[in-house]
């Protein structure tokens, strides 16, 4: 089937009882049992919930994997697949990720005696080179916040040459411009708040894999530590993933046209979106994906800029999280990369005056001039 024909029906039949096209929200913490032992596949809501599992086939099928399993939040989904690894072994981490990522590596399990190493990833040859051995590669591309481009097939012969497994974050571009798995990645995590869901009105995280054994560890996972997303939760999403296919092209069409009104103003410094021929990985990016994203980060200068830009718009909001329909601004130095020292965010170029912007499906020209406005104001 088409991605937009598996957007719409993957994983989603109509209902046996009613025939309800969309599939009900399942609210239910138990079930009836037939007789000791005997029961018709459903225990207990933690376990099996088929509102959930619909979501969990749906995604599977988007990303190409061979099963999906859903998660409270993304980094419930991360927590889930750092199983994997054990005390006294090694994972490398692209050196750019997402706060809550670096947060959960160097402050919890670290403790646990998982050893983590933080290095360029960007440069797939340069990484080789550097990369003793290791049990696990954890990569985003693009990173969170500064939009470097790993090479997924490169990175994915790195890991495998030494049994490792690769872990791709694609939170920022869906399945719908990349997908890793094909490219070599063992597992794929999103955080379902994003751009899967894509209205700002629930929180989740799913894995998706390709192969069986890792399967039936995120299943027993899944059920042993009960982080699961909810059965409303999950029906959300699956309304989101309806419209994925239509909504994605109308994101980076706004990009396509805010990205360069960003590079040729004279308030803005670094503009930071893999679209730009400028961009130093561009030529990777366009060959492992079909589309540039909606997310993109423009250097103003200095902390004060920021929060003048961020306090002047009008059309556009300040605030956490992406990938919604709405056009979202956050400051990474005291929002998503918080948890970062001042010495780790200057060593990686994240600085105060440093914007991230998730750009929606509004009509560009108003995108414009709100973003003049702000920038007037910066």
Not at 105 to 118: D, M, N, R
Not at 229 to 237: A, N
């Amino acid at each position: 089937m088409g991605f937009a024909t598996d957007c719409i029906h993957a994983g989603q039949e109509p209902d046996p009882t009613t025939g309800a096209v969309t599939v009900p929200i399942y609210q239910t913490s138990t079930y009836v049992q037939e007789g000791l032992g005997r029961h018709k596949g459903y225990e207990y809501a933690r376990t099996h919930n088929l509102t959930r599992r619909s979501l969990e086939r749906n995604l599977a099928a988007l990303e190409g994997g061979t099963d999906a399993y859903c998660f409270a939040s993304g980094m419930a989904a991360t927590q889930a697949v750092l199983t994997f690894v054990k005390a006294g072994q090694r994972v490398v981490v692209s050196d750019n990720v997402y706060g809550g990522t670096h947060r959960f590596f160097t402050k919890v399990l670290a403790e646990y005696g998982v050893e983590f190493a933080f290095l360029e990833a960007s440069d797939a040859r340069g990484f080789a080179a550097q990369a003793r051995s290791f049990d696990l590669l954890w990569i985003e591309t693009p990173t969170n916040p500064l939009m470097k481009i790993c090479d997924i097939a490169a990175l994915a012969e790195v890991a495998h040459g030494q049994g490792a497994l690769l872990v791709v974050d694609n939170t920022f571009m869906s399945p719908f411009f990349q997908k890793p798995l094909a490219l070599g990645a063992d597992v794929v995590v999103h955080s379902t708040t994003k751009f899967l869901n894509g209205h700002s009105d629930s929180v989740g995280g799913v894995a998706v894999v390709r192969h069986d054994g890792h399967a039936e560890r995120l299943r027993f996972i899944q059920n042993a530590a009960g982080g699961i997303l909810s059965p409303f939760d999950s029906w959300l999403v699956l309304r989101g993933t309806k419209t994925l296919h239509l909504r994605m092209p109308r994101h980076e069409e706004n990009a396509r046209v805010v990205a360069p009104f960003l590079v040729q103003h004279a308030k803005v410094g670094a503009v930071h979106w893999p679209g730009l021929a400028g961009h130093p990985n561009h030529e990777i990016h366009k060959r492992q994906a079909s589309g540039f994203g909606a997310m993109i980060s423009f250097d103003l200068g200095s902390l004060e800029a920021a929060e003048r830009f961020g306090e002047s718009v009008r059309l556009c909001s300040l605030g956490e999280s992406l990938g919604g329909v709405e056009t979202l601004i956050s400051h990474p130095a005291t929002m998503t990369h918080a948890g970062y020292t001042q010495p780790e965010r200057d060593a990686l170029g994240i600085t105060d005056g440093l914007v991230r912007l998730s750009v929606g499906c509004e009509d560009a020209d108003d995108l414009l001039a709100d973003l003049e406005r702000a920038l007037g104001a910066a």
